[in-house]
């Protein structure tokens, strides 16, 4: 690379494998997987990883952060240990979500985009989880999905969380 900075190379090899499911000549078709590898890997993305990833595949850099900035399940600053996404939908809003966003963040003592001082939780706003029948829905740590919020089932998840239950 030619400005000196490199993944570390369980990074790389991952990349490396993925790059070679698509054709030479298309190297933006591996953006997508090469930014979860390095997230999973160094916990978020920052410009510089963003920068490293367009010199590593040889594209623009505008490429790799406007995916970047896309999806939700991407982390543009350093998170919490459990990233909780509140659904603002319609559906979700119709059936109280802000509210609940709103409760969330008295309980937590952070805004909507922080984390709170222990580097437990960072609360964010995700688009839909295609969960209207059970809205208000959330999203933890872009896996598991909770339903039928209220502000008990909200405060019962919090607390399960901070004695390190699983959900």
Known sequence: MNNKREFDS?????IDAWKKKFPKEKPESSIIMSLRFIQDHYGWLSDKHLDMLADYLDLAPIRVYEVASFYSMYHR???GKYVLGICGSISCMLRGSEPLLHHLETKLDIKLGDTTKDGLFTLKEVECLASCTKAPAMVVNGTQYVEDLTPESLDKLVDNLRQGEQL
Do not use: F, L, M, R
Request: no cysteine; hydrophobic share 25%.
């Open 10 to 14: 369980s990074v790389t090899k991952q």
């Open 77 to 79: 600053k350093p998170v």
